[in-house]
């Protein structure tokens, strides 16, 4: 199949659809210039590992290593601007009754982009919170309220228990909340297209979501440069960077149904 072949067949298979899901994965965002979760650090931050650092352990054990090294991201991600596939995503509430997006990725460029129903599973790298079940629920932080450095980890003004400020990011060893799996299952069973952009299909219980939707007779779209496990639930597989193939299937689309 060729490359416009693919696309038609995304038409086709988009067409008449009310329910459309995106679930995003860093495939999208490296596009913009976000740093993957395990690219190479540069500099102070050469020599760990994000495995080491993105854990409530080692957050416990040297809050002020964590904060920096989040900071260090933080001010990354703040540079960087949505790219056109995240636009395409945020066009396709103007085609279909319903997008919902379901995204892995922490960096808020889907809001941006305009984008306007977006599960966040991982969290969200410019929001913070406290580290502790401060005052019996979850208390959030906003930085510009706080006198605060990049180097060390800020107390919470909200907690008596002594908490810190961290960011609301799902770390390793922890849960992704409840409500957002809820909704990523509720949205995959009953959506009738399902792209799947920039995710190999490695990381739970994302990976499990385009399963799910075909099992429920979704069609499954695969937006990928390269093969993954996602791969053999595919329906169609459009091969390229998002940021290419996301806008051209938007405009085939439109110029299919005018």
């Known amino acids: 199949m060729t490359d416009n072949d693919a696309v038609r067949e995304a038409v086709r298979l988009l067409r008449g659809a009310r329910r459309v899901v995106i679930s995003s994965g860093a495939g999208i965002s490296k596009e913009s210039g976000v740093p993957t979760f395990r690219d190479a650090h540069d500099g102070l931050w050469a020599r760990f590992q994000a495995e080491e650092l993105a854990t409530p352990w080692a957050f416990e054990r040297d809050p002020d290593l964590v904060w920096s090294w989040y900071m260090y991201r933080y001010e990354l991600i703040k540079q960087v601007k949505p790219n056109p596939g995240h636009y395409a ?41 406290c580290s502790k079940p401060c005052r019996g629920k979850t208390a959030y932080v906003y930085l510009d309220t706080l006198d605060y450095t ?5 107390p ?5 228990e002594g908490g810190v400020v961290r960011p609301d990011v799902v770390w390793f060893g922890e849960s992704l909340p409840t409500w957002a799996i809820e909704r990523a299952y ?3 069973a009953r959506c009738d297209v399902m792209l799947v952009v920039g995710t190999s299909g490695t990381v739970q219980p994302a990976a499990s979501l385009p399963s799910m939707a075909r099992e429920q007779g979704a069609r499954i779209i695969e937006v990928n440069p ?10 169609v597989a459009l091969r390229g960077p998002s940021g290419e193939i996301l806008p051209a299937l938007v405009t085939a689309y439109r110029e299919e149904n005018v």
């Open 89 to 129: 995503v945020a066009e396709m509430e103007d085609l279909f009754d319903e997008v919902v997006v379901l995204t892995q990725n922490v960096d808020g460029l889907h809001w941006v982009a305009g984008s306007t129903d977006v599960v966040e599973l991982h969290g969200n790298i410019q929001r913070f919170k």
């Open 150 to 154: 990049t180097e060390t980890a800020p």
């Open 156 to 160: 919470c003004p909200h907690c008596p």
């Open 186 to 188: 509720t949205t995959a």
């Open 226 to 235: 390269q093969e993954t496990l996602i791969s053999r639930f595919a329906h």
